[in-house]
């Protein structure tokens, strides 16, 4: 969660754009000045991944939701090139499906994206940052799993209400599939977990983007920017 | 009366107008013995209300009329798993404290609550819940029992899915005394059923005599055994395309990015919604209620 110095902060990192004539860079990945310690230090430099513009809602949503799919398909496509050496019949089956759903997702919203795909500029696509994971161990991999699952169902469903009906429509037809994906690996991960997280309301979870870029940060090189992504 | 020259009229073009449709029959019926009776300048009014609820799309106009609909397919999937729990000729496989049991009972208990909000959101608005559900041979064993179950959840998730984009993005009620965004509980409860198809196609694959070879997704149109209505398109086709259906946006996803993939992989990648229309013929063809 972002506390009132981070907000500081960020408002800092915009206003020296304005000074540096960087603004253009809207949806890309920019350089901005920032000192650690909010000191203006030319000296040193932080990165900032920006996904979200002014320009419209519904493609902000689009890139957000790109994103959560760019990090699922690396996620599987690590894990298939080099799986676990204790992984159980038939898991190796399950990971492949669960990599190729996720790459179809993200090539499908790329291409609706279009020239708006938030690293349309980028000379190489970004790359996540999977350190904080055990990925050589078949519970490793199947928590990994779970939990980047569950952001996908939590933020589809927190996400619904910014998009207009066309997008709206095509962001469904994913989040189910995110949500079979997610009960499938809760039930590898503990046998009998896989309705754990619905709870007696008989909902599932619905994330805001913010909560959902804090959950993703770890995996992400650089800080993600909140500007222009809905705080509710 | 004009009115059984049209239903004959009916049933040269669509011979299975009243089989498809028994329960409207006694409607029906009680419609003629009431225009024999009525003026006739009222009649037509008459038929034409009980034809637009036999045979033609039926409209959901607002908001209480889409969580209506959502209510009646919670009741029946409440009452489905809730005959299934008391039902002697599952009781061998849904033993106390196994894990089946376990996962039919929390599902229950979900519809329970979905039932419980809807009920809540409507307040006085909401219908009652119809005096019965028959769901035939549904419950003769165990593998049939999971077989209805399967297709009760994928009918359920194309629904919600279906409504999506008819509910007001912007209508925050409050229920149970919280405030809450119309458009977000549903896509709460559709991902919650989307889960439970999950799990009941993964309990068909667990079976012991030989499970059903699937994932908890939806190969192609592939139904293993459910109506094939339930993976077919709705009405109309192009705007509720079939499971199978390859191609999103007018992109046809088997060759994307660089890469090719197997029309299962795609198919399995989407789900797809249904109209509400094409939902409730559905359930009429195995349940009578």
Redesign the interface.
Known sequence: MHDNSFLARTLHRRSFFRVAGAGAAASALVLAGCAKDDTPNPGTFTQQLVIATKDSLDNNILNYAYLLEQLEAAFYDKVVATPPADLLPGELA?LT?LR??E??????L???LGTNVYDNSFVTPLTFDFSSLTLTTRAGVWAAAQLLENIG?AA???A???LT?PF???L?????????????VQ?LVQ??S??TG?G???????KTPLEVVALIQPFIPVPISTDFLPTT | MNLFQIISEIEKVDPEIMDRLTHRRSALSALGDITRKMALAAAPIAIGSAFNKAVGQQTLANANDILNYALLLEYLEEDFYAQALAAPTLAANLTTGS?AR??IQ??K??????VN?LKAALGTSANPRPASFNFGTAFSNYPTFLTFAQAFEDTG?RAY?GQ??NIP?TLNPTVGGNVV?L???A?????????H???IR?MRRATAAGGIQQ???ITNAEGNGAPAPVYAAGNPAATFPAEGNLS??G?T?TS??G?T?TAA??S??????LDNTTVVNIARSVVTF
């Open positions: 399950y499906d190729d759903h790459l179809i997702h993200r090539e499908y790329k291409y609706a169902v589809y469903n927190g619904g209400k910014h009906a709206l429509k095509l469904g037809k994913i989040a189910s599939v995110e949500a079979r994906h997610a009960t499938l039930e046998p009998g896989w309705a619905i007696t309301t008989g909902l599932d979870a619905a | 894990a376990g996962a929390t599902i208990n979900h519809e329970t609550a979905h909000l998730v899915k999506a984009t993005r965004n458009l977000t509980v896509l709460q409860i559709h991902s919650v059923e989307a889960r198809a999950s799990h993964y994932f908890g997704w999103q946006g992109l996803l994307v990015g890469n993939y992989e795609v399995e990648a989407f789900d797809e919604g």
